[in-house]
């Protein structure tokens, strides 16, 4: 008996030993774990969001009365559709707040992702932040904002590259030399500065051309209108006029048309209101961003991003713009331009 009460003994400090071997090789694994997880975060490589569990693509522009906005919430619309999404498309009217209460609106709808035209380089971080934190990626178009690995894509114009281009038209068409006004769009968008910049890039080569006013004009016609009005009666010398968008260039063209005037006027966007423009000579040319084909890019990258974790593109992604002029203008439409 004593012999079976040992040999009992022993069995049981062995399932003991074993139990505390096998309790201590899962601690191990679970610490290998979240070492190896702390190690993919110090590499940058995040596990990819899931969405909010529903099937809608919330798409966030601008005002759609911008025949721009307009394309993008369209064209992303019509994409994310085709892909067998549900679409929710609003617009923020370039107000931050309600932009932020868009977000907010989007993850209450658990959104599997989130297509946006942002309100604000600066102001649209946080709601980007709360978006990833509920687990809905935003992939943004047309505007970047001012910090990386919030969004999942930036796809934007390649300003710089359009505006450079559209500027050489507009020295050309001034026989470089001449007084020019600029109008300028919203200064809280960064666009705005790049095309202003790449603009001056251009013309500031050329000693004989003098800008003698620059006003900001918010990307809207009729504010250009009023603007271009008063600047035309302080220098009736005006002898041409750049402008940030092609909103503001409609604008332009209707006040030189009341004073009877008609100047080499620049825009960038590549709107059909633009190519009427151009074509009846009213105004020189545009720089197409081509709207149509980056939102449906953010959709077609938003999809395989949900199915697949990845976009396989990097996180900034420039699209070049197209110097539209006379000479090609009769291959836009829709801010398509077909070759």
């Known amino acids: 008996m004593k012999g079976f009460k040992k040999v009992l003994s022993m069995l049981l400090v062995t399932a003991m030993i074993g139990t ?33 569990g529903s099937n809608i693509i919330y798409v966030v522009t601008p005002s759609v009365s911008n025949p721009a906005f307009k394309a ?12 067998g999404y549900e679409v929710k498309a609003v617009s923020h009217d370039d107000d931050p707040t ?16 989130i297509i946006c035209d942002n309100a604000g380089a600066d102001a649209t971080v946080e709601a980007v932040k709360k978006a990833r934190e509920a687990g809905i990626p935003t992939f943004l178009i047309d505007r970047e904002i001012n910090a990386e690995g ?5 796809i934007v114009a390649n300003n710089y ?19 020019y006004v600029e109008l300028l769009g919203k200064e809280s968008d960064t666009n705005a500065g790049v095309r202003s910049s790449a603009f001056h890039e251009v013309i500031d080569q050329y000693p004989d051309m003098e800008m003698v006013a620059q006003q900001t004009a918010n990307w809207e016609k009729t504010e250009a209108y009023d603007k271009m009005e008063a600047m035309l009666q302080a220098n009736p010398d005006i002898e041409g006029v750049i402008c940030g968008n092609d909103t503001m260039l409609e604008g332009v063209c209707a ?15 590549g709107s059909d209101e633009a190519a009427a423009l151009i074509k009846s000579g009213k105004a020189t040319g545009t720089a197409l961003q081509q709207f149509a084909v980056i939102a449906e890019m953010a959709v077609v990258q938003a999809d395989k991003y949900l199915k697949e974790g990845t976009t396989g593109e990097d ?5 070049d713009c197209v110097a539209i002029t006379k000479d090609n203008v009769d291959k836009l439409s829709g801010f398509v331009f077909t070759e």
């Open 98 to 113: 309600k932009q932020t209460e868009l977000f907010d609106s989007a993850i209450a709808d658990k959104a599997a992702a």
């Open 315 to 319: 996180e900034k992604q420039l699209v």
């Open 255 to 269: 006040a030189l048309e009341a004073a009877n005037k008609t100047l080499p006027v620049i825009g960038v966007d």
């Open 72 to 83: 993008e919430a369209d064209t992303a619309t019509a994409k994310a559709k085709e892909l």
């Open 20 to 52: 505390m071997a096998i309790g201590c090789g899962a601690k191990e694994d679970d610490k290998k774990e979240e070492t190896k997880t702390e190690e993919k975060k110090d590499a940058g490589e995040e596990e990819a969001l899931k969405g909010g």
């Open 150 to 154: 919030v969004a999942i894509s930036q």
């Open 161 to 179: 590259q359009g505006a450079k281009a559209i500027a050489e038209k507009f020295v050309e068409a001034m026989g470089e030399k001449g007084k």
